[in-house]
T-cell receptor, first 113, second 113 residues
């Protein structure tokens, strides 16, 4: 099952522009994470935001979380060609025992120079 | 080791054969996850362990799939009587606990002919 759903599915921008990706989810969560994946390689963790946090920054990344709307956004400022990748949100879904991290389908970002 | 190690990197097998995929997590990491990822899709949750205990196996597609982590470290995902639809990238990830970022391995590309 996939809990989160990213929007848009694909995004193309020019270097220097900002990129915004959104994630919506269905159930209550304890935390939400964003990951990046370059061209079919391994996933790399970007940022974790807890349910009691509304905004978090890491370098050029800004993540917001709105638990009332069950949504999150990832903003990449001043994008670079190296930011070209797929971006996934992941939420902890309460399971029978403990929680499991469930990923969305991702947004493919293309940054051209 | 420094990161999560998966072996083999590539596995080609004939339909009906059994395969075993190995994951060596980061030393000391409590949680270990298995995901399957189709091209252009997000990681699909299969199962996860805390120490040697399999916490949730509800993501395993059917009873041909099984996983174990007998000593709380290395894990093996076994697929019996493989079918062509099992072809995918199988990814393992580990974390110090929950909630924590996941550290992904480079995956095993399974092709069933």
């Amino acid at each position: 099952s996939q809990q989160g759903e990213e929007d848009p599915q694909a995004l193309s921008i020019q270097e220097g522009e900002n990129a915004t990706m959104n994630c919506s989810y269905k159930t209550s969560i304890n935390n939400l994470q964003w990951y990046r994946q370059n061209s079919g390689r391994g996933l790399v963790h970007l940022i974790l935001i807890r349910s009691n946090e509304r905004e978090k920054h890491s370098g050029r990344l800004r993540v917001t979380l709105d638990t009332s709307k069950k949504s999150s956004s990832l903003l990449i400022t001043a994008s670079r060609a190296a930011d070209t990748a797929s971006y996934f949100c992941a939420t902890d879904e309460l399971r029978q025992a403990g929680t499991a991290l469930i990923f969305g389908k991702g947004t493919t970002l293309s940054v051209s120079s | 080791g420094a990161g999560v190690s998966q072996s083999p990197r590539y596995k080609v097998t004939k339909r009906g054969q059994d395969v075993a995929l190995r994951c060596d997590p980061i030393s000391g990491h409590v949680s270990l996850y298995w995901y399957r990822q189709a091209l252009g899709q997000g990681p699909e949750f299969l199962t996860y362990f805390n120490y040697e205990a399999q916490q949730d196996k509800s993501g395993l597609p059917n009873d041909r799939f099984s996983a174990e982590r007998p000593e709380g470290s290395i894990s093996t995902l076994t697929i019996q009587r493989t079918e062509q639809r099992d072809s995918a990238m199988y990814r393992c990830a580990s974390s110090p606990g929950q909630p924590s970022p996941l550290h992904f391995g480079n995956g095993t590309r399974l092709t069933v002919t």
